[in-house]
């Protein structure tokens, strides 16, 4: 294996950041439809939906995907991209779930970016 990364892989890496974000979003909307009323085993059962069994199942996905992809490129250069998906989440929630948006946030988020830039750059 190469230390530098291809084009292929640095876009697989995005891919599967992105993708895990959006998994995030659809726990979002799962939790949303979730019952919260009830028993204890009443909640439990109310977070089973459509949206959760969809992000179970795209996680499952991204899971064979994620090992596939480390069988062609170094553990150490493929995960600092997971932490796109820790600042792609925030930003998607701020927009479609009308979350705050805060100093501190953007900050983190610039310093997420700044990591991937030196570990991966």
Do not use: H
Request: hydrophobic letters at 60%; aromatic letters at 12%.
């Amino acid at each position: 294996m190469s230390e530098r990364l291809t084009i292929t892989q640095i876009m697989l890496l995005l891919g599967y950041a992105v993708a895990m974000a959006g998994g995030q979003l659809i726990f979002k909307l799962a939790a949303n439809r979730a019952t919260t009323d009830g028993t204890l085993t009443d909640r439990l059962f109310g977070l089973i939906n459509p949206y959760f069994v969809l992000a179970v199942v795209l996680y499952a996905g991204l899971s064979v995907l994620w090992v596939w992809i480390l069988t062609f490129t170094p553990l150490s250069r493929a995960y600092p991209f997971v932490a796109l998906a820790f600042a792609i989440t925030p930003l998607l929630g701020i927009l479609i779930f009308a979350e705050p948006l805060s100093t501190k946030l953007l900050i983190g988020i610039g310093l997420i970016l700044c990591g991937l830039f030196f570990v991966a750059g």
